[in-house]
């Protein structure tokens, strides 16, 4: 069995940062009390980011990408984790601070992992991924608000890509009526698929928010920011929610305070990197139970290790679908 293993390395140049396919060892991982070895990782609209240098994601070099991971417990000085062990990492700063997913294996501290929910594999639990597991803290977000399906539309705004896609599936599965926002008409059958009961156009979003709006949703989850989320908030009913987990569109909010004080609706920020434990156990065991293998498995492309970089181009543009796998070679 060789002693080395395959791997990305991000790596700082006087222009920014390269990328390139490398072979390390296991001196090469960083600290860490539980080294695992990984099976599946996935891209996430953060790994295409970190992989061509388009924002300043990664903040130590060299460094291996991919801010998640899912595989087998090789070694642990954790009491928690014994070899043999299937675990789940999202964020903690893997894959911007400290080596992440892309290599075939891990050395990262315990308190990091999340035991892999039974009934879930390892290949599964990466095509949930960092978005499909975020997409699962934005509606508990909306339940934790109190939002029941008899009180109107939810509105999903990116709703072709990681996040958006499965937030679509568990809230339709949930029984909640779900308007499926995208910016590419020909997602239409796709979306409902998921269980989108009507699609909106980005368009529609496009023009400067009115500071308040008509009322049209009772919650909404927005991946975009910026103008697309300005107006969301401002068509928000009365009383109700908006979990935000992106900005995909822009990191700026021009809006006003009119649809928070005049009617009262909440604006939730989802931390997905550096949530707690229990809250990561709590949206693991969702997923399980609120989103259909099969249907998660229509959503799933796998993908070669070997074409990482250039997906990591084509999902900044928008032209990814759903949820990319690649199996560590």
Not at 4 to 22: M, P
Not at 73 to 78: K, Q, T, Y
Not at 164 to 171: K, N, P, R, Y
Request: aromatic share 6%.
């Amino acid at each position: 069995m060789s002693d080395t293993f395959a791997a990305y390395l991000v790596e700082k140049t006087d222009d920014g940062q390269s990328l390139r396919r490398a072979e390390l060892r296991l001196d090469d991982l960083m600290e860490g009390d539980v080294t695992v070895d990984v099976e599946w990782s996935t891209l996430n609209y953060k790994d295409g980011l970190a992989l061509t240098g388009a924002s300043p994601v990664v903040r130590r070099f060299p460094l291996v990408p991919g801010i998640d991971f899912a595989g087998t417990v090789e070694a642990s000085a954790d009491p928690r984790y014994k070899p043999g062990d299937k675990v789940v990492l999202n964020g903690w700063g893997v894959g911007e601070a400290h080596h992440g997913g892309y290599a075939g294996k891990a050395r990262v501290s315990g308190d990091w992992l999340v035991p892999l929910p039974e009934g879930l594999s390892t290949r599964q639990a990466m095509a949930v991924g960092t978005a499909g597991y975020t997409a699962m803290l934005c509606v508990m977000a909306l339940q934790d608000h109190g939002l029941q399906p008899a009180d109107g539309d939810i509105l999903v705004t990116g709703a072709a890509g990681g996040v958006g896609s499965i937030a679509t599936a568990i809230l339709a599965n949930l029984g909640h009526r779900v308007v499926a926002v995208t910016g590419r008409p020909e997602q239409e059958e796709f979306l409902r698929s998921l269980g989108a009961s009507d699609i909106a156009p980005r368009s529609d979003f496009a023009d400067k928010a009115r500071p308040l709006g008509k009322e049209l949703w009772a919650g909404a989850v927005d991946v975009a920011g910026g103008n697309t989320l300005a107006n969301v908030l401002s068509q928000v009913k009365r009383g109700g929610a908006v979990a935000a987990c992106g900005l995909a569109e822009s990191m700026s909010l021009p809006t006003s305070v009119a649809p928070f004080i005049l009617r009262g609706v909440a604006l939730y920020g989802i931390d997905s990197v550096m949530a707690s434990f229990e809250k990561r156990q709590r949206a693991w065991e969702g997923i399980v139970q609120h989103l259909d293998a099969g249907l998660l498995e229509s959503l799933t492309t796998e993908v070669d290790f070997a074409d990482l970089p250039a997906l990591g181009e084509q999902i900044l543009k928008g032209q990814v679908r759903g949820r990319l796998v690649v199996q560590l070679p």
